[in-house]
């Protein structure tokens, strides 16, 4: 299944400098990260959001919500993170 029921298809946007090293680059993987902290951090406001990891041969990017708007991050997952990886497409 592919993105035409959607009617919308992704596409980089070049308004992040961040991400010109991934431009044109094959996507090697990808996964859902839900933020899991330990249950002693009962108040974590964040607990349960999930991110979007991209996965290049020579590094990743991360969507994660950032409460009041998305963050573009490009350092590695925080342990918290509990991983959902996605299957590649046949």
């Given at each position: 299944m592919?993105?035409?029921?959607s009617?919308?298809?992704?596409?980089?946007?070049?308004?992040?400098?961040?991400?010109?090293?991934?431009?044109?680059?094959?996507?090697?993987?990808?996964?859902?990260?839900?933020?899991?902290?330990?249950?002693?951090?009962?108040?974590?406001?964040?607990?349960?959001?999930?991110?979007?990891?991209?996965?290049?041969?020579?590094?990743?990017?991360r969507?994660?919500?950032?409460?009041?708007?998305?963050?573009?991050?490009?350092?590695?997952?925080?342990?918290?993170?509990?991983?959902?990886?996605?299957?590649?497409?046949?």
């Amino acid at each position: 299944m592919g993105w035409e029921w959607s009617g919308f298809t992704p596409e980089w946007s070049d308004q992040d400098e961040r991400l010109a090293p991934f431009v044109g680059r094959e996507l090697r993987g990808a996964a859902l990260l839900e933020w899991s902290p330990p249950e002693e951090h009962v108040c974590d406001t964040a607990r349960g959001m999930v991110a979007m990891e991209f996965v290049f041969d020579d590094g990743h990017v991360r969507i994660a919500d950032g409460l009041d708007e998305n963050t573009v991050e490009l350092d590695p997952a925080a342990p918290e993170y509990v991983r959902h990886r996605l299957p590649a497409p046949e």
